[in-house]
């Protein structure tokens, strides 16, 4: 898609809704959810304002509050080692390690670093309330990372990710070049490996101006460059579970047989006679736990725990309080 959408929100916190304005939720799902990539080109270059602009990660890299690996520096496809833009600050008999130096962090961001802040969304109330809106809205985990590149800067060599991706273009522009997936939506245990795989079809090639969208599901190969202009951007990252999850889950649920308790034959790994046993047992364990599966208590379960693990919205600190006395060791409290 590749269509104007001038207008910013008017409200203060964004939705998922607003981050792929003006196509539908139904539409995105539709066409584009683990199908294709998705380019929203906008006028309005203070669409994300209310997210973060420039100068809010300025002032967060001036004042060193961020200690690494909170904030990173890579160069040439590759993490540059955490002393190089670190210092160990001490304060009498008292030190704190990986506190960000802003003049050796500036000096490498002038020689073409790009200083990334992964999970910023711990760090930035506003990402933090973007992304439990989200993963409510998903039920799958949910991050943001930031990026900012010098101007005449390439990114992170050719690659893909294992999460799908919304790319939120703060300030400045950075050239997209996206290629086809090698494989299709990989799962987060295979990651990409160059050695392994073949350059694959190019499919899209883009440049993302402030209040632009790039949404591309995982798996599609990507690099990026700068070009006059620095450039800085959010990505938002949905790590979800599969029906590969759900699956391990029913055969977790084995565990409470005995007969599923039972210890492999010994040698079972040397002997080929063992090994064409299990292999003849296996589609008979798997009918019968066909025939014992409790569907509805399954994915009750695999519900229950994603929601215990779901990220909580951002509650606020008062500090102007009187303090409550505590309980007695009894657990009962005395007027």
Same mark, same amino acid.
């Given at each position: 898609?590749?269509?104007? =959408? @001038?207008?910013?929100?008017t409200?203060?916190?964004l939705?998922?809704?607003d981050?792929?304005?003006?196509?539908?939720?139904? @539409?995105?799902f539709?066409d584009?959810?683990?199908?294709?990539?998705l380019?929203?080109?906008?006028?309005?270059? %203070? *669409?994300y304002d209310? &997210?973060?602009? /420039?100068?809010?990660?300025?002032?967060?890299?001036a004042s060193?509050g !961020?200690?690494?690996?909170?904030?990173?520096?890579?160069q040439?496809g590759?993490?540059?080692?955490?002393?190089? =833009?670190t210092?160990n600050?001490?304060?009498g008999?008292?030190s704190l390690?990986?506190? !960000?130096?802003?003049a050796?962090?500036?000096? !490498?961001y002038?020689g073409?670093?790009t200083?990334s802040?992964?999970f910023?969304?711990?760090?930035w /109330?506003?990402?933090?309330? !973007?992304?439990?809106?989200?993963?409510?809205q998903?039920d799958?985990?949910v991050? #943001?990372?930031?990026y900012?590149?010098p101007g005449?800067?390439?990114? =992170? #060599?050719?690659?893909y990710d294992?999460?799908?991706?919304f790319?939120?273009q703060i $300030?400045g522009?950075k050239?997209?070049?996206?290629n086809a997936?090698?494989?299709?939506l990989?799962?987060h245990?295979q990651?990409?490996? $160059?050695? @392994?795989q073949?350059?694959?079809?190019r499919?899209?090639?883009?440049?993302?101006?402030?209040?632009?969208m790039?949404? &591309?599901?995982?798996? *599609?190969?990507?690099s990026?460059?700068?070009?006059?202009a620095?450039?800085?951007h959010?990505?938002?990252?949905?790590?979800? =579970?599969t029906w590969v999850?759900?699956l391990a889950?029913?055969?977790q %649920? %084995?565990?409470?047989y005995p007969?599923?308790?039972r210890?492999?034959?010994?040698?079972?790994a040397h002997d080929?006679?063992?090994?064409e046993?299990l292999?003849?047992?296996l589609?008979?364990i798997?009918?019968?736990?066909?025939?014992?599966?409790d569907y509805?208590?399954l994915v009750?379960t695999f519900?229950?725990r994603v929601? %215990?693990g779901a990220?909580r919205?951002?509650?606020?600190?008062a500090?102007?309080i009187?303090?409550?006395? $505590? @309980?007695?060791?009894?657990g /009962?409290r005395?007027?």
């Amino acid at each position: 898609m590749d269509g104007d =959408f @001038a207008s910013s929100p008017t409200r203060m916190e964004l939705s998922f809704e607003d981050l792929i304005a003006p196509m539908s939720r139904e @539409a995105f799902f539709a066409d584009y959810w683990e199908r294709r990539p998705l380019y929203i080109r906008r006028a309005g270059p %203070s *669409f994300y304002d209310s &997210l973060l602009t /420039r100068a809010d990660l300025e002032a967060t890299i001036a004042s060193a509050g !961020l200690r690494y690996p909170a904030i990173q520096l890579t160069q040439g496809g590759r993490y540059i080692p955490p002393e190089a =833009f670190t210092q160990n600050v001490k304060v009498g008999r008292d030190s704190l390690a990986g506190v !960000l130096d802003p003049a050796r962090v500036t000096a !490498l961001y002038r020689g073409g670093a790009t200083i990334s802040a992964p999970f910023f969304h711990l760090a930035w /109330r506003p990402l933090a309330d !973007l992304a439990a809106r989200i993963e409510a809205q998903f039920d799958h985990p949910v991050h #943001t990372n930031l990026y900012l590149t010098p101007g005449g800067c390439a990114g =992170f #060599t050719p690659h893909y990710d294992t999460h799908e991706v919304f790319v939120l273009q703060i $300030a400045g522009h950075k050239h997209w070049k996206v290629n086809a997936p090698p494989a299709p939506l990989p799962h987060h245990t295979q990651p990409h490996s $160059a050695q @392994a795989q073949q350059p694959t079809p190019r499919v899209m090639e883009v440049e993302l101006g402030p209040g632009d969208m790039l949404y &591309l599901p995982r798996g *599609f190969v990507h690099s990026t460059a700068t070009s006059k202009a620095s450039s800085l951007h959010i990505t938002l990252g949905i790590t979800v =579970f599969t029906w590969v999850e759900l699956l391990a889950e029913w055969f977790q %649920s %084995s565990k409470i047989y005995p007969r599923y308790r039972r210890a492999l034959e010994p040698g079972f790994a040397h002997d080929p006679h063992a090994r064409e046993a299990l292999k003849a047992e296996l589609p008979k364990i798997i009918a019968e736990l066909q025939g014992l599966a409790d569907y509805d208590a399954l994915v009750e379960t695999f519900a229950a725990r994603v929601r %215990s693990g779901a990220m909580r919205p951002v509650e606020g600190f008062a500090s102007d309080i009187m303090a409550e006395p $505590a @309980a007695p060791a009894g657990g /009962r409290r005395h007027v």
